[in-house]
């Protein structure tokens, strides 16, 4: 099947700083690309539709400003958590779709802020 | 947006049978099914496409009522590696969205 990496598998910083996630189809070009965020014992709650040459497209009640989406490329989309604070800890996940009606997911990112 | 699933939590003994439903409430073009183990990604179990087809593969099945908007996941016979979190995923019939439902976890105990 196809492959989608995601990159760190996990992350600690400190609060106030920046942390960025990647996501990158290894073997098919991706348009468009998912991301999801999973609090415990929680559903998967989509954030946004990361769009190749274009503008993210956000869910309602997502900050915008917070959570900087970037899809330069049709193999990379990356998630920047801004000014993160505890309360954005969380595990944090892409996926996306090549060509074919199943989702392919990245092996998820889970950040601590401390 | 997010599909309702039921029940929350089911405990089963090896051998028994579940049913896990999906509701939505929007018209659906496909329903996903996904078993997410505890810090793991989600992997694909099966997908139904509008049509309200049934399908299935050893001993997990499932169906799609496009009308009613609802999709069951049945699994029979239940082994220890069945545990897991349990998800379908909807893709509405307009935009490209793609969202998880509430979530259904099934622990197989001996």
């Known amino acids: 099947g196809a492959v989608v990496s995601q990159h760190p598998s996990w992350v600690i910083c400190k609060s106030g700083t920046s942390v960025k996630i990647e996501c990158r189809s290894l073997d098919f070009q991706a348009t468009t690309m998912f991301w999801y965020r999973q609090f415990p014992k929680q559903s998967l709650m989509l954030m946004a539709t990361s769009n190749e040459g274009s503008k993210a497209t956000y869910e309602q009640g997502v900050e915008k400003d917070k959570f900087l989406i970037n899809h330069a490329s049709l193999t990379l989309s990356t998630l920047t958590v801004t000014s993160a604070h505890p309360e954005d800890s969380s595990f944090y996940i892409c996926s996306a779709n090549p060509g074919v009606p199943e989702a392919f997911f990245g092996q998820g990112t889970r950040l601590t802020v401390v | 947006q997010q599909p309702v699933q039921s029940p929350q939590a089911v405990i089963l003994r090896e051998g028994e049978d579940a049913v896990i439903n999906c509701s939505s409430s929007?018209?659906?073009?496909?329903v996903h099914w996904y078993r997410q183990k505890h810090g793991e990604a989600p992997v694909f179990l099966m997908i139904l496409l509008k049509g309200g087809e049934q399908k299935g593969h050893d001993k997990i099945s499932a169906s799609f009522n496009e009308k009613k908007q609802q999709s069951s996941l049945y699994l029979t016979a239940s082994q220890l590696s069945y545990s897991g979190t349990y998800f379908c995923?909807?893709?509405?019939?307009?935009?490209?969205?793609?969202?998880f439902g509430t979530g259904t976890s099934l622990t197989v105990i001996p």
């Open positions: 929007k018209a659906l073009y496909s």
């Open positions: 995923g909807t893709e509405p019939n307009t935009g490209n969205q793609f969202y």
